[in-house]
């Protein structure tokens, strides 16, 4: 169970795409149809933001993008915005049903 | 409007126990697998343990196992969480998580409530 592996920052200036990389192995990330992306601001609960590599939930702005190759995910931020200055895990469900989360990687919005 | 308030939460010393409570409305918390999930501080994100919707498959992160437990009771809308031989390690903010049903993701989630383990 040992964690995924996501960049520890990435930055942007608003407007522009940024993609935050989480890597794993074939026994999750690789082997899974379900990783899910979450936010979290300072002193906040964790918000999902992409299910299933790809999938949006209702309510999630459609500048949050999701996909997958081999045992990489990645999130893409088109667009950037203020708001979106946050932390960010990926999370995979792996084959001993387990989860698990990445190392997590704070967006700066320059 | 889904919620679910964790409580619990506190100061204990090294080897000692807590059991947290999460308590949960607004949807039929009977058909929902849920989990706990914690974060040390200024740390990321950790998987602790999941409950199946009848409480009869559960699962635990290697770093708790044979100390934690999880339970639910479906009558009270509430999950638990008994933390046994607690060390300092486990010092971290505890949240519940509602799993979806249609998916492996948690997509609700509770504010947390914070456990500390220290002489």
């Known amino acids: 169970q040992s964690a995924l592996t996501q960049p520890a920052s990435v930055s942007g200036s608003p407007g522009q795409s940024i993609t935050i990389s989480c890597s794993g192995t074939?026994?999750?990330?690789?082997?899974?149809?379900?990783v899910s992306w979450y936010q979290q601001h300072p002193g906040k609960a964790p918000k999902l933001m992409i299910s299933d590599v790809s999938n949006r939930p209702s309510g999630v702005s459609n500048r949050f993008s999701g996909s997958k190759s081999g045992n990489t995910a990645s999130l893409t931020i088109s667009g950037l915005q203020a708001e979106d200055e946050a932390d960010y895990y990926c999370?995979?469900?792996?084959?001993?049903?387990?989860?698990?989360f990445g190392t997590g990687t704070k967006v700066t919005v320059l | 409007e889904v919620q679910m308030v964790e409580s619990g939460g506190g100061l204990v010393n090294p080897g000692g126990s807590l059991r947290l409570s999460c308590e949960a409305s607004g949807f039929t918390f009977s058909v929902y697998p849920m989990n706990w999930v914690r974060q040390a501080p200024g740390k990321g994100l950790e998987w602790v343990s999941s409950i199946s919707s009848s409480g009869s498959s559960i699962y635990y992160a290697d770093s708790v196992k044979g100390r934690f437990t999880i339970s639910r009771d479906n009558t009270k809308n509430s999950l638990y969480l008994q933390m046994n031989s607690l060390r300092v390690e486990d010092t971290a903010v505890y949240y519940c998580?509602?799993?979806?049903?249609?998916?492996?993701?948690?997509?609700?989630w509770g504010q947390g409530t914070l456990a500390t383990v220290s002489s």
């Open positions: 074939s026994s999750d990330v690789g082997g899974s149809k379900y």
């Open positions: 999370n995979s469900y792996s084959s001993s049903s387990t989860y698990v």
């Open positions: 998580a509602r799993e979806s049903r249609d998916g492996f993701h948690m997509d609700y």
